[in-house]
């Protein structure tokens, strides 16, 4: 079965044809032979560099459509001057450190605000912030681990490649599981596998937006199936990754909550995604009595349930400061938005009969892959198979979405205008209900 993989989707060759680095690499060269001269001509020589690096940067923002980081925020004004200190938040959050250079205080407080959205009691979640989305589902199937040794994991095929990355360190089994054509797990085909591992725990991994599809896995479905496949609440441990959707759903009327009201272990988001923060970053949260068994380091005078040990303590004051600015109804508003961008450019294309999907919920729009490389390139857009996607995230604003798509029409004019090129077929990465090619259109 074929798995889909990030590393894949982040290789887009450039061939050097987009002029995006005004850098040469040859400048950045550091020397260990040649002494680093602090001279004014060479100091100005760094400034140049750094400018121009900032220049590209900037440039480059507005061509940012494929992959799901915010960049809109204005934290740095504020915050820069915690760059004067070099913040670590070692071990657990929840213990004192021996130094004052950390931000835990702040730390907690951006948990206890997850908790809260979450539905877990204070004095019963523990969690902590870690490097990002990837490090999160890592604790959380460690944990799931600790708690039933002999559990095999349960995982779609479009979940994100940290989880087989995840089976792969633990040297745990693992079940992949199908998807339907949204990206959703195929629930029938979970059944049928959780039947035949009857004799074994589950540790299943639930996808709250799918990397490429955006697709929602339904909680509530999951754990029926498990009911009824004979699974008492102690012999299955539920992951939630969500990594982007995590910060969306709550806000939206309709959409299911996840909750840790539910039997559920423990939930990740990235930091970076959907809320935004200059560093990569995530937040864990599990419950408390899961992670007991981990022990106390006394050299750090901490217990030992991180994964990383020592954690930059600059993230938890970003993350507090957008919370803080943000709130509930800015993120609601974030999410109201970025959904009503996604409709407006799914419609768009679906207009000009380019085949397009976007799942309910999702600010993930999929659709035909350009079959050029600078194209591909300029937009920075992430593709996987015959598909491509955008990710209509906060600060990708109609207007980019109206540059992206004159820019598409007009290079579509050039590439399909002799017949000798036809667009993919898009029938079997996303059903035939949501393929407009002309090999569809003859033959269904
Ligand atoms: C569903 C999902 N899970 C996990 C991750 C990994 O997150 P991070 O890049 O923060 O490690 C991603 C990243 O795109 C993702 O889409």
Not at 69 to 94: K, R, T, W
Not at 115 to 143: C, F, M, P, R, S
Not at 225 to 230: A, M, P, Q, R, W
């Amino acid at each position: 079965m074929e798995i889909q993989r990030e590393f894949d989707l982040m290789i887009v060759p450039t061939k050097g044809e987009i002029d995006v680095s005004l850098l040469s690499k040859k400048n950045l060269c550091l020397s260990v032979v040649k002494p680093n001269i602090k001279d004014e001509t060479s100091s100005q020589e760094l400034n140049t560099i750094l400018t121009q690096y900032l220049e590209t940067l900037s440039q480059r923002k507005q061509y940012h459509i494929g992959y799901p980081i915010n960049m809109s925020y204005e934290h740095h004004a504020v915050l820069a001057p915690f760059l004067q200190f070099s913040l670590n938040n070692c071990g657990d959050p929840f213990t004192h450190s021996p130094v004052d250079f950390h931000s835990k205080d702040f730390e907690v407080v951006v948990l206890d605000w997850f908790a809260q959205l979450w539905k877990i009691e204070k004095d019963e979640y523990w969690g902590y912030i870690t490097n990002g989305g990837t490090e999160g589902n890592l604790h959380g199937i460690l944990v799931g681990r600790e708690l039933l040794p002999s559990g095999i994991i349960y995982a779609s095929k479009d979940s994100h490649y940290s989880i087989f990355k995840a089976a792969r360190i633990y040297r745990m089994e693992i079940e992949i599981i199908n998807t339907l054509a949204n990206g959703e797990i195929d629930y029938a085909n979970l059944r049928s596998k959780l039947l035949l591992n009857k004799n074994k725990p589950a540790i299943v991994n639930i996808n709250i937006g799918t990397t490429f599809k955006g697709a929602i896995d339904d909680l509530d479905l999951v754990i029926q199936t498990l009911d009824n496949c004979g699974y008492s609440n102690d012999r299955y441990y539920i992951h939630c990754d969500a990594a982007l959707c995590g910060l969306i759903v709550p806000f939206i009327k309709h959409a299911k909550i996840i909750t840790f009201k539910k039997p559920i272990g423990s939930i990740t988001i990235s930091g970076h995604k959907f809320l935004g923060c200059p560093m990569p970053c995530g937040i864990q949260i599990t419950r408390k009595s899961h992670i007991s068994s981990l022990s106390k380091i006394e050299y750090i005078a901490s217990a030992d349930t991180t994964i990383s040990c020592s954690r930059n303590g600059l993230i938890p004051i970003f993350l507090w400061y957008s919370l803080s600015m943000k709130g509930y109804a800015g993120l609601q508003q974030d999410s109201k938005i970025c959904i009503e961008n996604a409709r407006y450019l799914k419609d768009q294309l679906l207009k000009a009969g380019i085949s397009a999907m976007l799942n309910e919920f999702s600010i993930i729009v999929v659709f035909e892959r350009p079959c050029d490389h600078k194209f591909i390139r300029r937009w920075q857009l992430c593709y996987l198979s015959n598909m491509a996607h955008v990710v209509v995230m906060p600060g990708i604003t109609r207007e980019v979405i109206d540059s992206f798509y004159k820019d598409l029409m007009q290079e579509r004019k050039k590439w399909y205008q002799d017949g000798t090129t036809i667009p993919p077929c898009l029938a079997k990465d996303l059903g035939s209900q949501n393929c407009l090619c002309s090999y569809q259109k003859m033959h269904y």
